[in-house]
């Protein structure tokens, strides 16, 4: 779940929660409220002693609908209903008049000889009640009349309820009704303090689970942010941050542990960088002190007059010049390394036919390996025309570089090189294979790195910079092929190049190299 799903629900639940408790204490104090003061019931009417003064028309209705409903219940049985003694001493303390008749035949009577002479007093309160009027309550300050026929079953029986007091009665809603008030006051302070304290203790108990479960959910998470920050900071790198969820946290966090193997792999990336660099300076240096040694040497022998003789000063002319070619080819070897290395090269793409393209490369080759002694032969495998995307140029100094590679380390006084093109799935596959000394297979992937060669020592400057494979390999991967080898020591080495057909390059490469 979100943060913000997280922190909305916490809220809806406190707000559920307030508002079951309000509703809770509405419903409660409602129910005492109506329970208590409002139902028509006689259990809530307190009997009055023999010398009360006053009642109100309140209590009268409570004990008329209280008469009523003792009919209608216990019918001929009065005597025996559990309300009938609150009734029956309510009406004598307040000296009250009141009879229950059914069907004519008097089943209660109070406050008079018989029922008639009931009646006839209540008539002079009310003649409306001799006009057979089916329900008269009546009333003023001084009185109260309640008169009512019901039926009672459904035999047919019809009972006639008659109650009426003629001296103490008032108008208002309860006689001294202070403490009435004060009761309900008190009995509703009673409810809502309860429902207070425990909705508070509620409240509070479900706030600190709910903020501890929220703050929980967010501060762990954090607290791992934090952990690893601490640890980028002092240089290490190599952990992972452990947290799994679906929210927006995990998805920084996500993405820091992401900056961190970025950070990683681009700490490796500089490590290799500076290894590589200080290979570069050590084998420039070296490569650059040995013909210019010997350049010193021979331009020491001409001035000290040690070639003495025309034949000796030609030769020593020819192997300086000779020497600052080499050094001129290895300047413009490291020129085009670093060009390279910092995509400074503008590649203009062409679509090409790449069997009559490496045949073309090898014609033009096999003079050059003819004077290195080094017998080329092309073969063409593919079935159909095949088509490519690449630099004419720049790929004839990947083919030219191999070439060379292969004619320096020859081992025998007449090398070959077998060149041939294949079609593999959506590859065109060049091959280059000698039958030169050849390299040993723990260490063939290393021929193009920059720098190397097969000879720790550097001690053959003839043999080159070490550069040219690593061009090689650079304008490959530029045109989006691969370069690799297979080789074994005294079994020659073989060169592959895989190049996309059908122009794909144009989707991998920037327009930049398209030198637009």
Sequence with gaps: MSVRKRILVSNIIMLLILLALVMALSFYVMRVFITTYIKNDVKSLEIPSDEIT????????????????????????LNNHEDFEIIDSYISNTHSKSYILINGNAVYLNGGEDANKIYSEAVLLNDTISQNKKTILY???????????????DKGDVAEILLFNDHIGTMEFRNENSKYWQDAANNIYDAVRSITVIGSAIIIIISFALIIAVSNSIMSPLNKLKEASRKISEGKLDFAIEYTGSDEITDVIRQFD????????????????????????????????TPLTSIKGYASGLIDGIADTPEKQKKYYTTIYNTAVEMDKLVDDLFLFSKLDLDKIPFVFEHVEIGNYISQC?????????????????????????????????FARVLINIAENSA???????????????????????????DGIGVDSAIVGKIFDSFYRD?????????????????AKQIVTSHGGRIWAESNIGDGLTVFISLPKDGEIISIKDSVHSGK
């Design 362 to 394: 090898c014609e033009e080759l096999k003079f050059s390996m003819d004077k290195k002694k080094i017998c080329l032969s092309f073969a063409n495998l593919c079935k159909d025309s095949v088509y490519v995307m690449l630099d004419r140029d720049q």
């Design 54 to 77: 006053s009642f109100s028309v309140y209590e009268l209705q409570i004990l008329f609908d209280g008469m009523i409903d003792m009919t209608s219940e216990s019918q001929f049985d």
């Design 139 to 153: 009333s003023d300050s001084d009185c109260f009349l309640y008169f009512t026929n019901i039926k009672i079953n």
């Design 455 to 471: 000879d720790p020592a550097r001690t053959n400057p003839v043999k080159g910079s070490g550069l040219g494979l690593s061009i």
């Design 408 to 434: 320096k380390y020859k081992k025998d006084e007449i090398g070959s090189l077998y060149v041939a093109v294949t079609e593999q799935d959506n590859e065109v596959v060049i091959a280059m294979k000698d």
């Design 258 to 289: 992401h900056m961190r193997i970025k950070l990683l792999e681009s700490n490796e990336t500089q490590r290799i960088y500076e290894e590589d660099r200080k290979e570069l300076i050590a084998g420039i240096s070296h490569d650059l002190r």
